[in-house]
């Protein structure tokens, strides 16, 4: 069995396949092919720790990447990365395009690289609608090479990350919608029509890739698996810990899939995929792991393998320490320090922020925990963890938060969490991630 691992920047759940006025018609047709999994989660809403995460099977703290790759945070083994674990195993591995877990490739040991990775992680001057396209060519050229051994094929895309592509031909801004919880403006409606321009991109190198995964004979051979990082780099999305921060595209096609075409509720974290790999290849998971197989599921022996999903923020640009459990209907949100008003450096510069900045945002205040009844409330507006009725669920979902913690060794119940000493980070107050304004 081969692994075909495609991954988006930024993406979320806003595709077509999630009923999204998103048109993405090969993603859709990659759904309908495999399983969508509709509410599958990152184990941090932003790049390094979200990837991380689901190469090493652990939670972001658990792995050491509590920031970003480029900006000096890394795992605390190399070794615990698929990748290595793989290849170890006789598996090619094979990287083209985007990978965000180290601040150089060589860190991570693929045994082949199809393009030369001629960029600095973190320089976004490229014309990445050119970028990505070439690198799904390069991906297709690879796929029709005659293969000796099983590959695990990492293809990274860029989109749909900032900057947007200016507006495509056919997309008219007048006639789309910001995503929640943005206001409806023109600079919004904008934005969002650069955001659809953008998957549209990512739409197209799908449609190269599996054209050549179908001409190369190997489609009866490979597990294909579809998912991005997080949510889109929109205000309360992307480095939040609201569903529109961790909710993510999740889509699995393989050969003999008995549930093709299905859509799956069965909450499941992106963790669980390092283990799923290993039973498709039949190979003995790590001791390491910290995520659960969806073999179950996907054989039909259950409906769910898990309760609740955590996940978490510590750094990204600037400090911001969070942490959550979410379960089918609850969610706890707490927060780990003194801080209580929103870090902008955190939220990647827009037209979007702009606004919000104008309006006053910076000075409002941030609760330090938040209690969200999910089916009452699906889009994370009431409060509920000062609620008399809900205290029960408020102690219960807290004692399962401070357990996780202790069991995954989380270093913020020691305290702040200093970065490496070799890495930067924005002052909490700085405006842009883009200021060489650092603590």
């Known amino acids: 069995m081969n692994v075909i ?3 988006t920047h930024d993406t979320g759940r806003w595709i077509e396949p999630y009923g999204y006025n998103v048109p993405t018609p090969n993603i859709q047709k990659l759904a309908e092919e495999g399983i969508l999994f509709r509410q599958a989660y990152c184990a941090g809403p932003t790049c390094s720790p979200s990837r991380s995460a689901l190469l090493t099977g652990m939670s972001p703290h658990s792995a050491g ?33 985007i990978q965000h877990e180290a601040s150089s490739v060589d860190m991570i040991g693929y045994s082949r690289i199809l393009d030369e990775q001629d960029y600095n992680m973190g320089q976004y001057d490229t014309d990445w609608t050119e ?12 796929l029709k090479e005659n293969h000796q051994n099983p590959f695990f094929l990492s293809y990274g895309m860029f989109n749909t990350h900032r900057e947007y592509p200016q507006i495509s031909e056919g997309i008219n801004p007048n006639y789309v919608v910001p995503p929640f919880p943005l206001y409806d403006n023109e600079k919004n409606r904008e934005e969002m029509a650069r955001y659809i321009s953008s998957a549209k991109v990512v739409d197209q190198c799908v449609e190269i ?53 299905e859509a799956i509720d069965a909450l499941v974290s992106q963790i669980d995929l390092f283990p799923t790999i290993c039973d498709f290849l039949n190979l003995a998971k790590p001791d390491w792991l910290q995520g659960i197989s969806l073999m179950p599921i996907l054989q039909r022996e259950t409906d769910s393998i898990r309760t609740e999903i955590f996940t978490e923020v510590t750094y990204h640009a600037a400090y911001e320490p969070m942490r ?8 706890l949100i707490r927060y780990f320090d003194d801080w209580n008003q929103p870090v902008p450096a955190n939220i990647d510069d827009s037209l979007s922020k702009d606004f919000l900045i104008e309006q006053g945002y910076l000075t409002t205040k941030q609760n330090k925990e938040m209690l969200f009844d999910l089916y009452l409330d699906p889009v994370e507006r009431i409060n509920l963890v000062h609620k008399d009725d809900y205290h029960p669920i408020y102690q219960e979902l807290a004692k399962k938060l401070d357990r996780w913690m202790k069991e995954t ?31």
């Open 131 to 142: 970028w990505d396209l070439n690198r799904a060519k390069i991906v297709a050229s690879f």
């Open 5 to 7: 691992y495609l991954h």
């Open 324 to 331: 959550c459990i979410r379960t089918e209907r609850y969610k």
């Open 409 to 439: 060794g989380d270093p913020l119940l020691n305290g702040k969490v200093e970065k490496p000493e070799n890495a930067i980070a924005n002052k909490r107050d700085c405006l842009s991630p883009n200021m060489c304004d650092f603590e």
């Open 65 to 97: 990447m509590i920031g970003l790759a480029h900006r000096g945070f890394q795992l605390n083994d190399y070794n615990q990365h698929l990748v290595q674990f793989l290849g170890h195993h006789g598996v090619e591995t094979v990287l083209c395009g």
């Open 209 to 261: 890739v599996m054209e050549a995964l179908n001409e190369s004979g190997l489609e009866n051979d490979t597990l294909v698996i579809f998912t991005t990082d997080h949510g889109p780099a929109f205000p309360f999305m992307k480095c939040n810990l609201y569903d529109t921060g961790i909710g993510v595209s999740l889509i699995l096609k393989y050969p003999g899939n008995s549930k093709k075409g």
